[in-house]
């Protein structure tokens, strides 16, 4: 499966489809129900954005709900914490692709990373990576940047990348807080230019997503899709969309 993605910079002009092709609709809290997943895949196909992120066991809600349209169903794997065994993360990996998922987000081990465990990181994302490129899906290594310094968020794209990811990602939405701006700097000149960087918790408006992208991030996790692509239809109306870097954090969740 290859997507064709654009990385912008500040300054860069942007239509309300360069932005929602950059939105996995995210279809991620614990309490949703069908019926609420069902309405999210509408919204998804109505504003035409790149995938839906759903719970695993989601998956067959999703895909048929989706088919024949464009976006993509996408999972998550060891979620929110990371700590299932790299076992349960690859059956769960196989499984997944199996239902229809055609990325998988996985969680890195967070405890193990901060223990320094950095074998058992690598060969806990290799051993997801391996399963899914085996069944042509792409994988995004969540890192939970909250519980790390800048030097260990440089240290974990050196694992993931290492490891084989397509992907490196800020946050599951679930720590305290989520994506930081300089964070998503980091990551982007931590990586190698054939690896993208996504931007999940926090991203709630138009202008916070803008300042998202003008780092180089290709994709956003968040459920404020709506909010996010009524306001930049609006702008358009009013003057033309730019990519601009305000420098803001951004609160946890998605």
Do not use: W
């Not at 060891?78 to 055609?102: C, L, M, N, Q, Y």
């Not at 051993?127 to 069944?135: I, L």
């Not at 490196?168 to 994506?179: D, E, I, L, R």
Request: hydrophobic share 35%; glycine share 8%.
């Amino acid at each position: 499966m290859t997507l064709q993605v654009t990385r912008f910079k500040s300054g860069d002009p942007i239509t309300v489809e360069g932005i929602a092709a950059t939105v996995d609709h995210s279809l991620l809290r614990p309490d949703i129900t069908v019926k609420e997943l069902i309405e999210g895949c509408e919204i998804a196909k109505k504003y035409n954005c790149v995938s839906v992120c759903v719970r695993p066991s989601d998956l067959p809600i999703v895909c048929e709900a989706l088919e024949g349209t464009d976006v993509l169903p996408t999972t998550v794997i060891g979620f929110p914490h990371g700590t299932a065994t790299t076992e349960s993360k690859a059956f769960e990996t196989k499984d997944a692709i199996e239902k229809g998922a055609v990325e998988v987000d996985m969680v890195m081990n967070i405890g193990r990373f901060l223990s320094e465990e950095y074998d058992y990181v690598e060969n806990d994302i290799k051993a997801v990576v391996e399963v899914a490129h085996s069944m042509g899906a792409k994988v995004k290594v969540i890192f939970e940047n909250h519980y790390l310094t800048p030097e260990q968020i440089i240290k974990a794209c050196e694992i993931a990348e290492r490891a084989g990811t397509d992907f490196v990602k800020t946050s599951t939405g679930y720590a305290p807080t989520g994506s930081k701006i300089e964070d998503l700097k980091t990551m982007r000149e931590s990586v190698s230019d054939h690896i993208e960087v996504k931007s999940a918790g926090g991203v709630r408006d138009l202008d916070q997503t803008l300042a998202v992208l003008s780092t180089g991030s290709v994709r956003i996790g968040t459920r404020g899709t709506v909010k996010i692509l009524d306001e930049a239809a609006e702008r358009v109306k009013a003057g033309q969309l730019i990519v601009k870097d305000n420098n803001q954090d951004l609160d946890g969740g998605y």
